[in-house]
């Protein structure tokens, strides 16, 4: 029988946006990432993509969209910001922001708008798997939706 995927605040986002998006539950494992991801739904890393939290030093949040299979150089990030330095958030503070928990963080639905930088490689896929606001469930769509429905800022601070 098929797991039943979890309505969460990303979904109903997502169905109030009217999005196509396909849903796609896997066996989570904790510290995994997109590595178990990508081998539990049988897609390429790079098309999974990671909802980071990032901190400037006054405390300002971002979220950081970035292709599974890459890091985000946090002091290219603080540089396109024009900021003095920029740190991934504790799970903790990342929780508190989004209302989600680390592992299961989405972009959609966050529990207060906060700004979203987007690897402009994601962009230029036809197809990207992206957390739906649970651990051990993500969405499909296409990367265009992202543009529709979200205000978004493309850079390049993947590595």
Known sequence: MAKKS????AVRFLREQRVEFTEHPYAYEERGGTKVSSRELGFPEHQ??????FEDEEKRPYLV???????????ELARIL???SCRPCDPKTAHR???????????FGTRRPISVLVEESILELNRILINGGKRG???????????????????????
């Not at 543009?147 to 978004?152: A, F, L, S």
Request: glycine share 10%; net charge positive.
């Open 6 to 9: 979890p309505v969460t605040p």
């Open 48 to 53: 999974v993509i990671k909802t980071l939290v």
């Open 65 to 75: 969209l970035m292709h599974g299979d890459k890091e985000v150089s946090a002091k």
């Open 82 to 84: 024009n900021v003095k």
């Open 97 to 107: 922001l989004t209302g989600y928990q680390v592992g299961g963080i989405s972009p």
């Open 137 to 159: 469930f993500l969405v499909g769509l296409a990367p265009s939706e992202l543009k529709r429905v979200m205000d978004i800022r493309a850079v390049k601070v993947g590595r």
